[in-house]
């Protein structure tokens, strides 16, 4: 049986401090669907942060390289994994630049301090060479993202790739919140205060974090938890 949706990110290695630090700062471990309490953030009530942070937390922690899709009913599973290996024997393992927190747009994410072409580069591989596995979205879902106010160059990618934020609109990030339009910006600024805080010791580490696997991550049921099922090494 296929999952409903797969996806290819990047995630840390699960059992690495980044991966720790990044499940528990969502409350929820994507490999092993463990669970912690959120961490307490001074002026932030518990309940909201739970709501601002509920959709990375389903998502699992990672960054999208190819955006959730559902298999086409010619490929099993399998034939999947065999090629997200095929393209991650094609990348080299490479140094992560560094990031920071920040607001993305309406929400905080991990960033890249500067633009780096490696992150591009993978991104763009797994778009084009995993494309062939996806089913074309649903017209209903389709004509929903293009109401959603994409650029004319957006409303494009999602035609051929079916998602809008790929090739020149790819923006490597790991989300840390969910929208955060129409929240109070001292909750806001709170939210940012703690994260720099959470992810400092590593954000200020050495060696730097190494982009050296692609993750499969799989939604078992419509609306369910993302799993992580694997995690592919570059170069193999």
């Known amino acids: 049986m296929s999952e409903h949706r797969y996806a290819a990110y990047f995630a840390p290695p699960v059992e690495s401090a980044w991966w720790e630090a990044g499940s528990r700062w969502l409350g929820r471990c994507a490999a092993s669907g463990r669970t912690w309490p959120l961490p307490d953030i001074a002026g932030v009530p518990a309940e909201l942060q739970k709501r601002l942070t509920a959709a990375p937390r ?7 390289l190819a955006a959730p899709f559902v298999l086409k009913p010619r490929f099993a599973e399998a034939e999947l994994r065999a090629g997200m290996q095929a393209l991650c024997r094609t990348l080299e393992p490479f140094d992560m630049p560094a990031l920071e ?3 993305l747009d309406d929400f905080l994410a991990l960033v890249p301090a500067r633009p780096d072409a490696s992150l591009r580069a993978a991104a763009d591989a797994c778009v084009m060479q995993l494309h062939a596995f996806a089913e074309p979205l649903p017209s209903s879902e389709l004509q ?4 959603a106010g994409l650029t004319p160059e957006e409303d494009a990618l999602l035609l051929r790739w079916g998602y809008p934020f790929v090739m020149d609109r790819f923006r490597f990030h790991m989300s840390l919140t969910g929208s955060l339009r129409n929240v109070e910006p001292d909750v806001v600024a709170a939210l940012q205060a703690a994260a720099r805080q959470h992810f400092a010791p590593l ?10 696997a692609i993750s499969l991550f799989a939604e078992p049921s419509s609306g369910a938890d993302f799993m992580c099922l694997a995690q592919m090494g570059l170069g193999r």
Do not use: D, I, K, N
């Open 144 to 147: 929903r993202r293009r109401a």
């Open 58 to 64: 389903r998502y699992g922690w990672h960054a999208t």
């Open 203 to 212: 954000l200020s580490s050495q060696p730097p974090l190494r982009f050296e």
């Open 101 to 103: 927190v920040a607001l």
